[in-house]
């Protein structure tokens, strides 16, 4: 069993920044993938961006590519997003997940990945 612990979130003005931490704990294996997932009131879960922890290959989605940085220290178990130049569309609820399945490119599809984390509010106001 593998947790995952979010931090990081907050308030913060437009053009500002912030920078998610998950923490991963229990079962984890440097081949898993890990993603960030985020979730506004009313919308679907979406894609962030991902990394697979063997390659440190990256993807992003095209609304925050050039703006965020997904990162990923292995030696701690914990994975980074940096968020640049924040939008008030950035508003919602940051998840953190794990993919056990060890694909080489990360998958962007919400039921590819097997652990969540519990998720920290980002608020941007304009």
């Known amino acids: 069993q593998v947790q995952l612990v979010e931090s990081g979130g907050g308030l913060v003005q437009a053009g500002g920044s912030l920078r998610l931490s998950c923490a991963a704990s229990?079962?984890?294996?440097?081949?898993?993938?890990m993603g960030w997932f985020r979730q506004a009131p009313g919308k679907e879960r979406e894609f962030v961006a991902a990394i697979t922890r063997s390659t440190g290959y990256t993807v992003y989605s095209d609304s925050v590519k050039g703006r965020f940085t997904i990162a990923s220290d292995n030696a701690k178990n914990t994975v980074l997003l940096q968020m640049n130049s924040l939008k008030p569309e950035d508003t919602a609820v940051y998840y953190c997940?794990?993919?056990?399945?060890?694909?080489?490119?990360?998958?962007?599809?919400?039921?590819?990945?097997?652990?969540w984390g519990q998720g920290t509010q980002v608020t941007v106001s304009s």
């Open positions: 229990g079962r984890t294996f440097s081949t898993y993938v």
């Open positions: 997940a794990a993919d056990r399945s060890a694909r080489v490119v990360a998958s962007r599809s919400v039921f590819e990945y097997d652990y």
